[in-house]
């Protein structure tokens, strides 16, 4: 099976821009998360789908950042506008349910310039 | 304050030696688990862990929700051991997520 797939790798996008992220789960499995990852704020929860259902927005990330799933198999996330901060690795991660186990994407580096 | 806390934030390690990174939970963590990210920055899963213990290779995990930590035991250390590991704990709340702690970073030197 492919395992978690994140496009782009990289993304360079200016201050006011509107970027989207893209993620293939693996095939089969049910909950679909994506983090942002800092330097200084480590790994953070932006969103958790369960079954296409958003349970989890991530709270202080809600205004400019929006995740959704269409279908079982691909998910995005639209930053918009995007801000200097925002720069940082973002990386989707998928499991079969709860009890599992986590599978991470290689992640998309984005730089706001 | 931290939920996740790991430690050591940083670990030089001498190939062909052994250590042991450690997290401890200030939230009421149902199962955790271990990731190795490597240099190139891809999180890899090393462990799933409920309560008890579980090996694989070189590599031997432990979780006690009882007290609230757990520990990674690295034996015989390799120079691809290198890279950050990160623990994170389930939170035991209505939606489940996982609490990420700050990371280890380990160097392997030959």
């Known amino acids: 099976d492919a395992g978690v797939t994140q496009t782009p790798r990289h993304e360079v996008a200016e201050k006011g821009q509107t970027i989207i992220l893209k993620c293939e789960p693996v095939s089969g499995h049910n909950d679909l998360f994506w983090y942002r990852q800092t330097k200084i704020q480590g790994l953070e929860l932006l969103s958790y789908?369960?079954?296409?259902?958003?349970?989890?927005d991530g709270g202080a990330f809600k205004d400019r950042f929006k995740a959704e799933m269409l279908n079982s198999s691909f998910s995005t996330l639209k930053i918009q506008p995007t801000e200097p901060k925002d720069s940082a690795v973002y990386l989707c991660?998928?499991?079969?349910?709860?009890?599992?186990?986590?599978?991470f994407g290689a992640g998309t580096r984005l730089s706001v310039l | 304050g931290d939920k996740v806390k790991q430690s050591p934030s940083a670990l030089s390690l001498q190939e062909g030696t052994n250590s042991a990174l450690r997290c401890n939970f200030s939230?009421?963590?149902?199962?955790v688990q271990w990731f190795l990210q490597n240099p190139r920055g891809s999180l890899i899963n090393l462990f799933y862990l409920v309560p008890g213990t579980k090996e694989n290779g070189r590599l031997k995990s432990t979780f006690n929700s009882k007290e609230s930590y757990s520990t990674l035991h690295i034996r015989d250390a390799q120079l691809e051991d290198s890279g950050t590991y990160f623990c994170a704990a389930e939170a035991n709340t209505g939606n489940y997520k996982y609490v990420f702690g700050a990371g280890t970073r380990l160097k392997v030197i030959a």
């Open positions: 939230i009421a963590a149902t199962t």
């Open positions: 991660a998928s499991s079969w349910d709860s009890q599992n186990t986590l599978y």
């Open positions: 789908f369960r079954s296409k259902s958003l349970m989890e």
